[in-house]
């Protein structure tokens, strides 16, 4: 990796812009395999207890799709014969779950949720640590972080904003279901054609880019990489193992895949984990309407705990 990356290319940046607008569906291979419904009623129930996620019958051929290639690896000829491994093998339903899951991130997604960390968030915590009121360590925790573009992204801000020099330490938890998702994150290296979706100043500051045989791909610095802890957590899980109080947490677009019921129960248990001034950044289609009382949205997609104040905006419905 080089040491400095002088500027975005912009024709990267429309490229990338172009890909975005793409519809977000996918192709089915002609080698798929068949399934029944009873077959795809075992892996719906499954998967709903193990990681939350209802799967209607019309994400049948999302399941056909993704999980033919691995019957064709073990050479299955039923998705039963799969269904009883999985079964049998955690580290099968380890796979099963990373084949199913939707990972698509962007670095400084949702832009209006980074412009209020920056503007809002971050001068009220060094206002309040000028006045004694809070101490210099700022932890976040990126829940459902995927390829780590978010943590990253937070990363980038914080230390820009918030650096050692200045007495601060930045503590960023970052936890995925999918070990494969997480293994990249911790890679830090990704193709240089999403460098277009980082503010220049942060790129030139916080990311290499790659030559030799590592053209093509841009890294995280060390000095951003070294502030994230990563850790593989299902949210759909009774307990979370993390401990302390977070600042901030950011859940977005994962609660978008479990239903109402199982949406409630991860919101509260993550509230557990927030400090009382804490905030909370779901995704911007990610609805809270039925937690009005233990939620109230600062603006849209941004909340904080309890009721909020009397004729404040309460838990903000988006859908
Ligand atoms: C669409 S990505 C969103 C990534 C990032 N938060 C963002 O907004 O760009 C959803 C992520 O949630 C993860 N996920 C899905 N179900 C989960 C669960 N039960 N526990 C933890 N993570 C889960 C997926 O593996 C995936 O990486």
């Known amino acids: 990796m080089t040491h400095t990356i002088a500027r975005s290319d912009p024709s990267q940046s429309a490229a990338l812009k172009k890909r975005r607008a793409l519809p977000h569906n996918f192709k089915i291979d002609p080698r798929a395999k068949t399934i029944t419904n009873r077959e795809f009623q075992l892996f719906q129930k499954l998967i709903f207890r193990v990681a939350g996620i209802w799967l209607t019958p019309s994400k049948t051929s999302l399941l056909v799709g993704r999980l033919s290639k691995r019957l064709r690896q073990l050479e299955l000829d039923t998705f039963d014969e799969y269904y009883n491994i999985v079964c049998e093998s955690k580290d099968e339903l380890t796979c099963m779950l990373d084949a199913i899951s939707t990972n698509e991130t962007h670095f400084f997604r949702e832009s209006m949720q980074f412009e209020f960390l920056e503007k809002r968030i971050v001068p009220q915590w060094m206002a309040d640590a000028s006045d004694g009121k809070r101490n210099r360590t700022v932890r976040v925790w990126s829940a459902g972080c995927s390829t780590g573009q978010e943590p990253y992204s937070l990363a980038m801000t914080l230390l820009h904003h918030l650096p050692p020099s200045a007495g601060w330490t930045i503590d960023i938890h970052a936890t995925d279901l999918s070990t494969r998702v ?13 460098a277009g979706e980082i503010p220049d100043h942060f790129l030139r500051a916080f990311m290499l880019r790659g ?29 979370y193992p993390v401990h302390g109080k977070f600042d901030l947490i950011l859940c977005r677009n994962v ?10 129960q991860i919101v509260r248990r993550l509230l557990q984990h927030l400090t009382p001034q804490g905030y909370l950044f779901v995704g911007h289609s990610e609805s809270l309407h039925a937690m009005t009382g233990e939620l109230h949205s600062i603006i849209p997609t941004i909340y904080k705990q309890g009721a909020g104040e009397k004729g404040g905006k309460r838990a903000h419905a988006t859908k």
């Open 211 to 239: 030559y030799g045989d590592q053209k093509g791909k841009m890294k995280a610095r060390p000095e951003i990489r070294s502030l994230i802890h990563f850790s593989q957590l299902n949210l759909n899980d009774a307990n």
């Open 182 to 194: 997480l293994d990249i994150a911790k890679a830090a290296t990704w193709e240089f054609g999403k």
């Open 255 to 264: 609660l978008i895949y479990f239903n109402l019921d199982t949406r409630t």
